[in-house]
């Protein structure tokens, strides 16, 4: 981990940034989404009443508002370390900017190209691919254990081939919380002569993301899920985007990544919210103070040593979580059993021996904890597993900011149900 200062925020200091954390509802749902700080939610209503006109016309409002979408983007591509190797595309979601990136592969595609997709996968991730089958693709699966949802390296080598094209999985399944080998399961796709076009969504909330050192060719997230404003992010490699045209209109050129790719334009007020995270990020690296152009200046070190602390925060409430529901021999864990940082993030799924999943929400939420159940759009993991698609599971979902009062807080409301 990278050396900290003793400028390191406690906790509650933490807490006080994220007016929504005051609501009577204790909020263990962070997988859906995430609080934002003040000062997020500020640049971004600044934004509306300040600079909220067109690009690129010249006149002073004009160009304030060009220079943030412009800041937005370079600070995102320092935010997951691709300033040197590749551009960060925006849109509205993660799903939405899967389904453009799809639609430009889709006219690259020849007859008996391979895609492998990954049935840990969230739908995002996976539907979109599926439709290259008109176009002549073959589509492989990268298939999980189905007792545990596990993924194993072995099993992506073994649908491999000279035909392979791209393969899509997830960096974490928002449904296990298990953390993939990107890395590994990067090398061995290039090897065999593919791309990789990883869903970081369930990651980016708990890790520092760093596709230079991961080699990964596309890498997407929500930043919505990253204490910032609902939009999502894709990272692509320059030689990988290259291959491509966006489909943005045709005057514009190929070349002018990543608005190319970027229908419409991105969101402008989202781009101040954005460049505010930066702030956030500074906080938790141990700068009490940032300066007013922090979304300017912030690097990936800077990055780095916040989501160490990030992680510090989460791994008591991990743990507690975990011990808390083991506790009660009627409680399956969905995911790994383990409470190491480095094989898990704090979304944790459960199903009860004879509780449905939806009278295990009711209890929560008459008890004011907001958590939830379902699929999670991890539809064609729990059909492979044979969890019913309807019920889904259980799932807790913990970040940073959340503690472990609030974790025996649940679990005190739970336990006489739990233990029938």
Not at 169 to 181: A, K, Q, T, Y
Not at 205 to 217: E, L, M, Q, S
Request: glycine share 10%.
């Amino acid at each position: 981990m990278t050396e900290r200062t003793d400028r390191i925020p406690d906790l509650e200091s933490i807490r006080s940034l994220f007016p929504g954390l005051s609501s009577e509802t204790v909020l263990l749902e962070n997988a859906g989404g995430s609080q934002v700080p003040g000062f997020v939610a500020d640049a971004i209503r600044d934004h509306l009443l300040r600079d909220y006109v067109q690009l690129g016309a010249g006149y002073p409002a004009s160009d304030r508002a060009t220079a943030t979408v412009e800041r937005a983007h370079r600070f995102l591509d320092r935010f997951v370390n691709g300033s040197e190797v590749g551009r960060v595309i925006l849109g509205s979601s993660c799903t939405s900017l899967m389904h453009v990136l799809a639609h430009a592969i889709a006219r690259t595609i020849e007859a008996g190209d391979e895609i492998v997709v990954c049935e840990q996968g969230h739908e995002a991730n996976i539907g979109c691919w599926l439709e290259l089958e008109a176009q002549g693709a073959v589509i492989r699966w990268w298939k999980v254990d189905p007792g545990t949802g596990s993924l194993r390296l072995d099993a992506l080598r073994e649908v491999l081939s000279d035909r392979t094209r791209y393969v899509a999985f997830p960096h974490v399944s928002n449904l296990l919380g298990e953390i993939v080998d990107v890395e590994a399961a990067t090398r061995l796709v290039h090897a065999a002569g593919g791309r990789v076009v990883v869903d970081g969504v369930a990651y980016a909330p708990h890790r520092a993301i760093d596709v230079d050192a991961w080699g990964v060719d596309f890498y997407a997230w929500s930043t919505y899920k990253v204490y910032g404003p609902h939009m999502g992010g894709l990272f692509g490699r320059h030689e990988a985007l290259a291959e491509l045209e966006g489909p943005n209109h045709f005057f514009i050129p190929k070349e002018e990544i990543p608005y190319k790719f970027e229908l419409g334009g991105a969101s402008h007020e989202g781009c101040a919210g954005i460049c505010a995270l930066a702030r956030l990020l500074s906080i938790l690296a141990g700068d009490p103070e940032p300066a007013d152009d922090i979304a300017d200046t912030c690097d990936h070190r800077t990055v780095r040593t916040a989501f160490d602390t990030m992680t510090s925060f989460e791994a008591p409430v991990q743990s507690r979580l975990l011990e808390r529901l083991r506790r009660h021999d009627s409680v399956r864990i969905i995911g790994p059993d383990s409470a190491d940082t480095h094989v898990r993030v704090s979304t944790i799924s459960m199903l009860h021996r004879t509780l449905d999943p939806a009278r295990i929400v009711d209890i929560a939420h008459s008890g004011g904890i907001g958590i939830r159940c379902g699929h999670m759009y991890a539809y064609r993991l729990c059909e492979r597993m044979g969890i019913p698609v309807d019920a889904g599971v259980v799932r807790i979902s913990a970040v940073h900011y959340n503690t472990v009062q609030e974790v025996d807080r649940l679990c005190d409301v739970l336990d006489a149900s739990l233990a029938g």
